[in-house]
């Protein structure tokens, strides 16, 4: 079996390695638009060997789409146009709705499952591709009807490898939850860095100071925009509803405290500490 | 030698399990509001000998106070009151300046060493002390001149046997610090926390996906109210000033995503990616 990875980076690099690790006999093969990244992969060694996308789209049984979401919207259905009636696309984009709608009516829908494993790290680059990522994750398949049973198999297969937790749902729904859980954790981190850092002009102290809890919160926004500027914009709506709530509970603690109103202030953190029956 | 733990939740019993591994003759005696936690503290096993309030302030060389900031402005002159010339009381308080303000003309101000060890969890009790805590954080000794030497010795030994890095400053200052690295990312957590509870009313496919980023953004929410109100209403000024500042930054985001300014959105994400320079 040849597996073909589009986009030779972080995410691209993680999942070759866990091909390689449990399907140590599967041939990896691999494009990347920039040479660089595609060389590196080579390199650090989760790539067997770099090819062009032309090849990589004929020679390969499954193609595994690691890009960011703007650039899958684009290039999906030239992938598609390529294969034949054998071969399985999928991706591994954090929205799904306008990459399911970009496809809804080409000839070959049949043959791409839209996933997204819902794993990541802060870091980008094929040197920072983790081995033995994804564990005891969920993994998103959506639209599965509009998908060939047997290409929904392939890929629910190569999730029960990790194995992954699988969760069904339509690239709609799954778009506005990922605006809940992921999105905007994004957004307030990138926000929070930026408060910090407009303080930081003033003094430097803070620096070494930076524990406290102070890190867990500001991890993600080390985040790249390339990755990041296509997901808020192709989930411009639900990102834009979820900080807009985000905000309204921001104000509650501002009101509390310009009130002094702790008891309200208790309130809104025990209320907060819900968040354990979700988060362990 | 004897040190006396008030308060042996999961910060003081954290300190307790520090001094047993470094110090093993030490005599470790503990008292605590909650006959429950003391009894407990025992239990675990961090505290050779539970006592009373008034005879901790009798026996201890060393008095550890690791209990609400609220609680500690009640006690701390009380502890100052009881306490001979060659005893030493510190605290591990999240706030400062009311602290330091409150014992400042008391006779016994020089036995007293203000300090704040940047290490926490989100978990509160006995039972979640740690083991091996506080390991290569920051330990800020405020308004070290008002102490007396032998006093601030004796701390900063303390603190060279994790090892921490000691940093000085005065309490005023600490206070505005630490509501841009420890406070404000509590108050985003438990925001976020809610943001999401509030649809989660709505929705439970929500509760599968909490990964993608959620859990290391929403992890402080899980903070206890009984320590953090306290910390918000004494270093409310300052608290409110950052917040007001992360409010304006997530203002940018929605101004961004509402105009279609993808252009100025990138820039806002390079700019938070700066972070980097802080934590690595």
Not at 59 to 83: E, H, Q, Y
Not at 148 to 165: F, K, R, T
Not at 188 to 194: G, K
Request: negative net charge.
């Amino acid at each position: 079996m040849t597996v073909g990875i589009i986009g030779t980076g972080m995410m691209g690099g993680s999942f070759a390695w866990l091909i390689s690790e449990k399907k140590p006999s599967w041939n990896l093969i691999g494009y990347d638009a920039s040479e660089e990244n595609l060389e590196k992969a080579v390199e650090v060694g989760f790539i067997d060997e770099p090819v062009s996308l032309d090849e990589l789209v004929k020679r390969s049984d499954l193609i595994i789409i690691t890009i960011p979401v703007n650039a899958i919207v684009k290039l999906l259905p030239k992938v598609l146009d390529g294969i034949s009636n054998k071969q399985v696309v999928m991706d591994i984009g954090s929205t799904k709705e306008q990459i399911v709608d970009v496809i809804k009516d080409h000839s070959k829908r049949g043959r791409f499952v839209a996933t997204h494993p819902m794993w990541g790290t802060e870091y980008s680059g094929p040197e920072n591709a983790v081995k033995g990522a994804f564990k005891g994750r969920v993994a998103v398949i959506c639209n599965k009807e509009e998908s060939d049973n047997d290409a929904v198999e392939l890929i629910e297969g190569l999730y029960d490898l990790v194995p992954m937790q699988k969760v069904y749902m339509e690239a709609h729904e799954h778009d506005i939850h990922a605006a809940y859980v992921s999105h905007i954790s994004h957004i307030a981190s990138y926000a929070l860095a930026l408060t910090v850092l407009e303080k930081e002009r003033e003094e430097d102290k803070i620096f070494q100071l930076a524990g406290g809890g102070f890190e867990s919160t500001v991890r993600l926004a080390k985040s790249h925009a390339a990755m990041w500027v296509p997901i808020f914009m192709q989930n411009k709506e639900n990102v834009l509803d979820v900080l807009n709530e985000h905000i309204s509970q921001l104000r509650k603690f501002k009101a509390c405290l310009e009130k002094e109103n702790f008891d309200y202030l208790q309130e809104l953190i025990e209320g907060a500490n819900k968040i354990k029956r979700i988060i362990k």
